[in-house]
Nanobody
Framework: VQLQASGGGLVQAGGSLRLSCAAA????????VAWFRRAPGREREFAAG????????YYADSVKGRFTISRDTVKNTVYLQMKNLKPEDTAVYYC?????????????????WGQGTQVTVSS
């Protein structure tokens, strides 16, 4: 399955954005999906995930309470709603899918990746 990430942009601190990850050439409605991000000068890190078996969600501590990951099975799309954005959230955001039904924060277990979408938060 191919993933297409979109929805990034420039926003002021305290603002909101919603990222979308659409699947093409297949479905990922039963797969675990996650959002990772790479900030300038830093390694890519896990941000949020949704499990494939029960749609339970889990988050990095840095985004917990501000970001919400969700899934729309009709549209075959996973979203990342981001609120109260901070300058340190500035990064390229990637969605990824894994065959592990419970998901994981370890990026090497993810098989397919979207191309990334830039999020820039100004202070």
């Amino acid at each position: 399955v191919q993933l297409q990430a979109s929805g990034g942009g420039l926003v002021q601190a305290g603002g909101s954005l919603r990222l979308s990850c659409a699947a093409a050439g297949g479905t990922f409605n039963r797969n675990a999906v996650a959002w990772f991000r790479r900030a300038p000068g830093r390694e890519r890190e896990f941000a949020a995930g949704i499990r494939g078996n029960d749609d339970a969600t889990y988050y990095a501590d840095s985004v917990k309470g501000r970001f919400t990951i969700s899934r729309d099975t009709v549209k075959n799309t996973v979203y990342l709603q981001m609120k109260n954005l901070k300058p340190e959230d500035t990064a390229v955001y990637y969605c990824a899918v894994t065959r592990l039904p419970l998901g994981t924060i370890i990026e090497s277990y993810y098989d397919s990746w979207g191309q990334g979408t830039q999020v820039t938060v100004s202070s």
